[in-house]
């Protein structure tokens, strides 16, 4: 979150800029992580966080989903893998406002169609092989793809067909 001191901020650069920014950074962020002065260092950190962050959001969405789809109290998931190994900082963060028919978008799904897009473009760099990031950008592109990129990354469970009536 920005704008209240609890960021996590990932830097990297020349020492003399980072001495300069150090101040303004300590105050915007809990948590700032100095990666030296390889330019770039700090990005590749992020990306690598935001690839994290992605296919946490694309498996709580297929969860949910196929929670649906077993005709499954939603809520009650939430609750149980909130309490179990199952939990992450994102699916607490994220999960309530999955249950949610239209939440306020505080993080929208292009957000992670253009952060997944770094993400294999930084593997792709590397020569380096995604597979997590690949197949969870395929989730939020089919729901960007359907011109709902505008809709909070909560709802990523809406790429999945809706389950059938119960019968």
């Given amino acids: 979150r920005s704008g209240d001191g609890t960021l996590s901020i990932m830097m990297s650069g020349p020492r003399e800029a980072v001495a300069r920014v150090r101040p303004m950074l300590d105050a915007m962020g809990r948590f700032v992580y100095d990666f030296g002065d390889a330019l770039g260092a700090g990005s590749t950190v992020k990306t ?4 994290l962050c992605g296919v946490h959001l ?23 893998y909130g ?5 992450s900082w994102m699916m ?8 949610e028919e239209a939440p306020p ?9 253009k952060d997944l897009g770094l993400v294999l473009d930084t593997g792709r760099d590397l020569k380096f092989p995604l597979p997590m990031a690949a197949a969870a950008m395929q989730q939020f592109l ?17 790429a999945y067909p809706p389950p059938p009536e119960a019968g």
């Fill in 48 to 51: 690598i966080n935001q690839l």
């Fill in 58 to 80: 694309a498996v709580l969405g297929e969860a949910l989903a196929l929670g649906r789809r077993a005709h499954l109290d939603p809520e009650k998931l939430l609750e149980v």
């Fill in 83 to 87: 309490n179990s190994a199952a939990m």
């Fill in 92 to 99: 607490n963060d994220r999960g309530p406002r999955a249950l």
């Fill in 105 to 113: 978008t505080k993080s929208a799904v292009d957000i992670f169609v």
């Fill in 142 to 158: 089919s729901l960007s793809g359907r011109g709902q990129g505008g809709l909070d990354d909560s709802q990523l469970w809406r």
